[in-house]
């Protein structure tokens, strides 16, 4: 099957109390799309590996003109990709050298909360940094980092702290995929800004608490990019990296691709479409088939109507392989007769966005459950048609998608995700099972909903063994 529309609710794209920001065509050159650099480490074993990643501000050329003041991992704007992969123990040294308190999240990184895991409870304080460690244990998919302070992470990632992680692990690497790093394999942060007076950001001005969003398509860093293609088939994996942005991706000659991965995993199989949509923080990788253009040929991304990534093809230097036709073996775990099943409404719009009719507190944890046990969430979108869809994240997990109001979940929502799009009125069950214990917190990934309190925190813990006490942050112990 070749599926040919969106999967979403289509009357709900983009939907916004405040009005929606469409994108506008840059008024700016074509670049070569930034790729960024990996991330190299200070020290490196055969079994473990040390990173150094320190918040930073700068400057960035984004326009003719001002250079644009910006904030980056070890470097100007977002990061250079980080390598982690599976079995490997990391040590990792958080560096903030920015003017104000931030964290490290590893959006989609089966790691342990609060402090690992780098929410709301594991602040780094400027001019200060820490330690963390942890070994990798999870199937080869993009995960990526961002800051996660309350209530400032959608400021601090609309400044440009976001970076991409590629996890490896051996069955990834023996399959026939493209995978050289910035020649037939390239992550794509989709993201959105708007610039105002000499080139600037000004988050303040453009504050809107159903998502900031502006009209420039901001694609790794780069303001109007264009890609050389070189092989036959490219790899591309996307983020949704935007604050509040969906993204409608389709190409300009409406060209078929094939999904092969999304948020946590590969899919069991892969899926073909021609459209394909992304709420906020999900990721999909697609394998895109250049092999009917010639040198000279240009193929474009597009949102809608607007401009995403031209692809130049050149000559040829290489033939890609077929996509495999079965990916991955995925096991849903069990649920154990009797066991409850987790109900969790997403509620409101603007000021008034909630969990369960509670706004977000970091000393309350608002649910508990065993570590290794499955159980059933069903997830609520409790806004009325029309409404936003509110992109739903819980930390410290990989969930399968198990139904969308009691029907198949959409086609490409076969592998592990940490991320699912909710329609207005609509419940989405979920099967979800944490590996260690630890605190995680679960929101809206509209960051702005976030920051507003459509979040809280479940504990998870192993039954039978006595609690550890977790040193919960307040706002005003920050
Ligand atoms: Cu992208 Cu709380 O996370
Ligand atoms: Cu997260
Ligand atoms: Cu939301």
């Not at 959608?154 to 023996?174: F, K, M, N, P, R």
């Not at 979040?455 to 942050?473: C, N």
Request: aromatic content about 10%; charged content about 25%; proline content about 8%.
């Amino acid at each position: 099957t070749i599926y040919k529309n969106y999967f979403f609710d289509e009357p709900a794209y983009d939907y916004h109390d405040g009005g929606y920001v469409p994108l506008e065509d840059a008024d700016a050159p074509a670049k070569p799309l930034g790729v960024p650099p990996l991330l190299k480490a200070d020290k490196e074993t055969p079994t473990d590996v040390y990173y150094t990643i320190t918040a930073q501000a700068g400057e960035t050329q984004l326009l003719p003109g001002a250079k644009t003041k910006t904030w980056g991992y070890n470097t100007s704007l977002l990061s250079p990709t980080i390598h982690f992969e599976d079995g490997k123990h990391y040590h990792i040294t958080l560096k903030n050298e920015l003017p104000e308190l931030t964290t490290f999240h590893w959006h989609g990184l089966n790691v342990s909360g609060p402090i690992v895991d780098g929410g709301c409870h594991a602040p780094v304080y400027p001019g200060e940094s820490k330690q963390i460690d942890f070994t990798l244990n999870q199937p080869a998919a993009m995960v990526w980092l961002h800051a996660h302070p309350c209530p400032s992470t959608a400021e601090q990632v609309w400044h440009g702290l976001a970076g991409i992680v590629y996890v490896t692990d051996a069955h990834e690497a023996s399959l026939d995929l493209p995978r050289e790093y910035g020649v037939d394999d390239i992550p794509l942060v989709l993201q959105d800004r708007r610039f105002h007076e000499n080139n600037q950001w000004d988050y303040r001005a453009d504050y809107d608490p159903d998502g900031v969003a502006g009209p420039t398509a901001m694609i790794n860093g780069t303001i109007n990019p264009y890609f050389d293609v070189t092989t036959t088939k490219v790899r591309l994996r996307l983020l949704d990296g935007a604050n509040r942005r969906e993204w409608r991706l389709h190409f300009s000659d409406d060209r078929e691709f094939v999904q092969v991965a999304g948020d946590g995993s590969l899919l069991p199989e892969p899926v073909h479409f021609t459209h394909l949509m992304l709420t906020c923080a999900e990721r999909a990788q697609i394998v895109v088939d250049f092999s009917d253009c010639k040198p000279g040929d240009e193929v474009t991304l597009l949102t809608d109507d607007k401009k995403v990534v031209t692809f130049r093809i050149h000559e040829f230097k290489r033939v890609n392989g077929p996509v495999p036709e079965h990916l991955l073996d995925i096991k849903a775990p069990t649920v154990d007769p009797g066991t409850p099943v987790r109900r969790i409404v997403m509620s409101g719009m603007d000021e008034s966005v909630a969990i369960d009719g509670k706004k977000f507190k970091m000393d309350r944890i608002d649910a508990e459950q065993p570590v290794g046990q499955a159980q059933y969430w069903d997830v609520v979108n409790a806004n009325d048609k029309p409404g936003m869809v509110h992109p739903f994240h819980c930390h410290g997990t990989q969930f399968l998608v198990v139904s969308r109001d009691g029907k198949a979940p959409y086609p490409n929502e076969h592998g592990y995700k940490d991320t699912v799009g909710v329609n207005p009125g609509e419940t989405v069950r979920l099967l979800v099972r944490f590996d260690l214990p630890g605190v995680y917190m679960y929101h809206c990934h509209i960051i702005e909903h976030e920051d507003g309190g459509m979040m809280a925190q479940i504990e998870t813990y192993v039954p039978g063994k006595p609690r550890p006490k977790y040193d919960l942050m307040t706002m005003d112990k920050l």
